[in-house]
């Protein structure tokens, strides 16, 4: 099992900056797929971001160009830089570990207009 812990989010205005952090147990997580999701107020949860363990990434649409997915192996951290915020990119984000199921509690992004 890989337990996962998120962080920083918080509350930017539109066209600003945040990252976000999702820290894993274990020393297996530099071979493991990592994802980004994130769940707005009344809509399901929807995939943002994806990182292979041989580091190719995929985007959804809505973030394309906007948001960054990287990895540090050394520090068992996958790491979401988003810029250029929108209002609608408020939500809770989560980190996933498709291969155990393992989800993080989630972390809060609101962008004011």
């Known amino acids: 099992q890989v337990q996962l812990v998120e962080s920083g989010g918080g509350l930017v205005q539109a066209g600003g900056s945040l990252r976000l952090s999702c820290a894993a147990s274990?020393?297996?997580?530099?071979?493991?797929?990592m994802d980004w999701y994130r769940q707005a107020p009344g809509k399901q949860r929807e995939l943002v971001a994806e990182?292979?363990?041989?580091?190719?990434?995929n985007y959804a649409d809505s973030v394309k160009g906007r948001f960054t997915i990287s990895r540090d192996n050394f520090k068992n951290t996958v790491y979401l830089q988003m810029n250029s915020l929108k209002p609608e990119d408020t939500a809770v984000y989560y980190c996933?570990?498709?291969?155990?199921?393992?989800w993080g509690q989630g972390t809060q992004v609101t962008v004011s207009s």
């Open positions: 990182i292979r363990s041989g580091g190719t990434t």
């Open positions: 996933h570990a498709p291969l155990f199921g393992s």
């Open positions: 274990g020393s297996i997580f530099r071979i493991n797929d």
